[in-house]
C-alpha cells in the first residue's frame, strides 16, 4: 500500500490510497466516491480487487474531500471554494492521465459509487476507459427518491444545507451531509437535485455531452433497498451512456444477504455476494 499525491489539472493535491495487485500484468483499477466520502471508505473493497487480478487498484479523494484539502498556511481550508463539477471536470481526468503516463500498456477499469458514476460520464477522459462499472450511481431528482427519503435529501440539500453554508462559509460534514463540503459545491448539488433532469438539464454543464463517448463494457449496479438510487433514477442516468455495451443488474437484500441501502455494498459482509458479482463481470470474462 502507498500513499501518493498527484495533481488536479490546475495543480491541486489530489491524495490516493494505491494498492499493488496480483498480476503484475492485469488491469489498474480506479475507485472513484460518491459525495463527501473519503477513499478510506473504499478500503475493503479495494483490497479484495486487488486480489482478484489487478495490477494496482487505487483509492481516491476529490478535492475539499478526505487528504484532498489544500495546505493550512492559505488560511481557513475549510472555507476552500470549488464546485462539485469540478471533480468531474479538473480532478478525475488527472486520475487517469496519471495512469496512462504511469502504467502504459495496462488497461483501465473504473468504479464509480452513486457520484462517481455521474463524474465518469461528464469527463472527456472516459474513452480511455476499458471496462466500467457504476454503483448506486444515479440521476439525483429528489422528487423520483423513496419517501420519506426525498424530503430529507430536499431538506438536508436546500434548507439546512445553504443555511449552514451560509453560517460557516461551507458545509460541516457532523450535521450529517458526510465529509466537510463547500458551500458553492453544495449549491450546484441542490441546483441539480430540483432538476427532473438532473445536471443534463444544466446549461451551464455542456459537459454532459461526453456520456455518449464512452463505449466499452458497463455494469450498472442498484440495490432495492437503496431509497435514493432507484431504479427509475439508474435507468435516466445509464439511459444516457447511449453508447456504451451496458449490463443492468439489481440486487434485493435477500439476494445480497442483508441490508445494502446506498451505502453499504462495499461493506466486507458482502464479498462472498455482491463484491462476487463485480469481480466475475472485471476478471473472469
Known amino acids: 500500500m502507498a500513499e501518493l499525491t498527484i495533481p488536479a489539472l490546475d495543480g491541486h493535491a489530489l491524495a490516493t490510497t494505491q494498492y499493488p495487485g496480483s498480476?503484475?500484468?492485469?488491469?489498474?483499477?480506479?475507485?472513484?466516491?460518491?459525495?463527501?466520502?473519503?477513499?478510506?471508505?473504499?478500503?475493503?473493497?479495494?483490497k479484495w480487487l486487488a486480489g482478484r487480478g489487478a495490477s494496482l487498484v487505487i483509492c481516491w479523494d476529490y478535492r475539499g474531500i478526505g487528504g484532498s484539502w489544500p495546505p493550512a498556511a492559505k488560511g481557513d481550508e475549510r472555507k476552500f471554494d470549488y464546485?462539485?463539477?469540478?471533480?468531474?471536470?479538473?480532478d478525475y481526468p488527472a486520475m487517469i492521465d496519471w495512469i496512462g503516463e504511469n502504467?502504459?500498456?495496462?488497461?483501465?477499469?473504473?468504479?464509480?459509487?452513486?457520484?462517481?458514476?455521474?463524474?465518469?460520464?461528464?469527463?472527456?477522459?472516459?474513452?480511455?476507459?476499458?471496462?466500467?462499472?457504476l454503483i448506486a450511481s444515479m440521476s439525483g431528482y429528489w422528487r423520483k427518491m423513496v419517501f420519506p427519503a426525498n424530503y430529507k435529501a430536499w431538506f438536508s440539500l436546500l434548507v439546512m444545507g445553504d443555511m449552514l453554508g451560509r453560517i460557516y462559509g461551507y458545509v460541516p460534514g457532523k450535521f450529517g451531509l458526510g465529509e466537510d463540503i463547500s458551500h458553492s459545491a453544495l449549491k450546484q448539488w441542490a441546483k441539480w437535485c430540483r432538476h427532473?433532469?438532473?445536471?443534463?438539464?444544466?446549461?451551464?454543464?455542456?459537459?454532459t455531452r461526453h456520456f455518449v463517448d464512452y463505449r466499452g463494457p458497463m455494469l450498472a449496479i442498484g440495490l432495492d433497498d437503496d431509497n435514493w438510487a432507484t431504479p427509475e433514477l439508474i435507468d435516466?442516468?445509464?439511459?444516457?451512456?447511449?453508447?456504451?455495451?451496458?449490463?443492468?443488474?439489481q440486487f434485493s437484500a435477500v439476494q445480497a444477504g442483508g441490508k445494502v441501502g446506498h451505502f453499504g455494498f462495499?461493506?466486507?459482509?458482502?464479498?462472498?455476494?455482491?463484491?462476487?458479482?463485480?469481480g466475475e463481470w472485471l476478471f473472469e470474462r
Do not use: C
Request: glycine share 10%; charged share 25%; hydrophobic share 35%.
Open 23 to 46: 498480476d503484475p500484468l492485469g488491469p489498474v483499477i480506479l475507485i472513484s466516491s460518491g459525495v463527501a466520502i473519503p477513499r478510506r471508505y473504499y478500503r475493503h473493497f479495494a
Open 83 to 90: 464546485l462539485m463539477s469540478d471533480w468531474a471536470l479538473k
Open 103 to 133: 502504467h502504459k500498456g495496462r488497461e483501465i477499469y473504473t468504479i464509480g459509487h452513486s457520484f462517481g458514476g455521474q463524474g465518469f460520464g461528464l469527463s472527456d477522459r472516459n474513452v480511455r476507459v476499458d471496462k466500467s462499472v
Open 196 to 207: 427532473q433532469e438532473y445536471f443534463f438539464g444544466d446549461a451551464d454543464l455542456p459537459q
Open 236 to 249: 435516466h442516468l445509464v439511459g444516457h451512456f447511449t453508447n456504451a455495451q451496458l449490463e443492468r443488474r
Open 266 to 278: 462495499f461493506k466486507p459482509k458482502f464479498e462472498e455476494t455482491l463484491w462476487e458479482h463485480v
